[in-house]
């Protein structure tokens, strides 16, 4: 028996030194590991004695202690790199890098992030695809929908591609793919700039490649573990070559944006997600473009990090290229894979 508490007090004093960060629970439950992440109201702690990580609600956690370096975001917009744990008095203590200390609440911390981790921990990428198959005229549809990020203590960048290819019986095939890269360097106050290009290939408005080129500045209203809602104004450089069977010539022209999204998460496993973007033009008289998008997804199947997704996207024009092609618009579904 002496060699069996012996061993076991060796055993645990190694899990302590290896997995230091702690989460005591409401219903005082503790669990013991290395917190990875707190993104949308859900903290992910990795520990010894289970093959998946924990995945816990935020506002479930009565006390939390960590000992490596996080990138915190708070809702006023302020973002911290350093350390972080609970005081007595439930609040949480953030001592920052360069010695400085801030008290905030629970509820102010909308983003954790480890940084010991190195540069995998700052990535993040998901991807999903769909098929339909109709016996009728032997239609069937496939999708792919894809993006990855890598976010820094006061910048971001990430990159996305978006395909459908739908293919029938007796008609011509119809393609729309679309992919872009987008830069965000934040602000204090929640302000940001932003600089993205964009890129459309799109049969149903015999457009053979629009480029996109923006640049702006934007706001989040709201940023919490429960939505985040923002809006953003700029200026926009286009660049669209369209089909050959169109008649229409080539354009060069620049416009304004304004734009706005929101971001419902604090449904469940269920993620709604909204964005529309109106492009007045500048050099084009009485011309008005929209783009909309719309995207429910459930999370957490059968297997961690795989979802479903259902989604619209909207494209309108005044002035399309092809007289009565005004609007496009796709439905899709997946089955998909985040990280």
Avoid at 157 to 175: E, G, H, K, M, W
Avoid at 285 to 290: I, P
Wanted: aromatic share 14%.
């Amino acid at each position: 028996m002496k060699y069996l508490a012996a061993l076991g007090c060796i055993f645990y004093s190694i899990i302590s030194v290896a997995q230091t960060d702690s989460l005591v629970l409401n219903n005082n439950d503790v669990i013991v590991g290395e917190v990875k992440s707190m993104d949308r109201g859900v903290v992910v702690i990795e520990t010894d004695y289970s093959d998946s990580d924990f995945k816990i609600e935020w506002e479930k956690i009565k006390r939390i202690k960590t000992s490596e370096r996080y990138l915190i975001m708070l809702s006023d917009g302020r973002r911290v790199s350093g350390y972080f744990m609970s005081a007595p008095d439930g609040s949480i203590s953030i001592r920052d890098i360069e010695g400085g200390t801030y008290v905030v609440k629970p509820e102010e911390i909308v983003y954790i992030n480890n940084l010991d981790d190195g540069f995998l921990s700052r990535l993040y990428a998901n991807i999903d695809f769909g098929y339909s198959l109709t016996k009728a005229n032997n239609q069937n549809q496939t999708t792919l929908n894809s993006r990855v990020g890598y976010i820094q203590d006061y910048w971001s960048v990430d990159f996305y591609y978006n395909a459908l290819l739908s293919r029938q019986d007796s008609t011509p095939d119809i393609r729309r793919n679309d992919a872009g890269a987008g830069f965000r360097y934040y602000l204090p106050s929640d302000w940001f700039l932003s600089a993205d290009i964009t890129f459309l290939a799109n049969t149903e408005q015999a457009i053979d490649l629009r480029t996109n080129s923006k640049i702006g500045v934007g706001n989040y209203f709201i940023r919490s573990n429960h939505a985040y809602w923002g809006a953003s104004v700029g200026a926009a450089s286009i660049r669209e070559r369209f089909a050959e069977s169109s008649g229409a010539a080539d354009r060069n022209s620049w416009e304004a944006f304004i734009g706005t999204e929101l971001n419902l998460y604090d449904i469940g496993d269920l993620n709604l997600f909204t964005n529309v973007i109106v492009y007045p033009s500048i050099t084009e008289s009485g011309r008005l473009r929209t783009d909309f998008r719309f995207d429910a997804k459930y999370d957490d199947l059968f297997l961690d990090d795989l979802y479903i997704r259902a989604g619209i996207t909207v494209n309108y024009d005044n002035q399309p290229a092809v007289a009565g092609n005004e609007t496009d618009y796709v439905f899709t579904t997946g089955i998909g894979w985040k990280w």
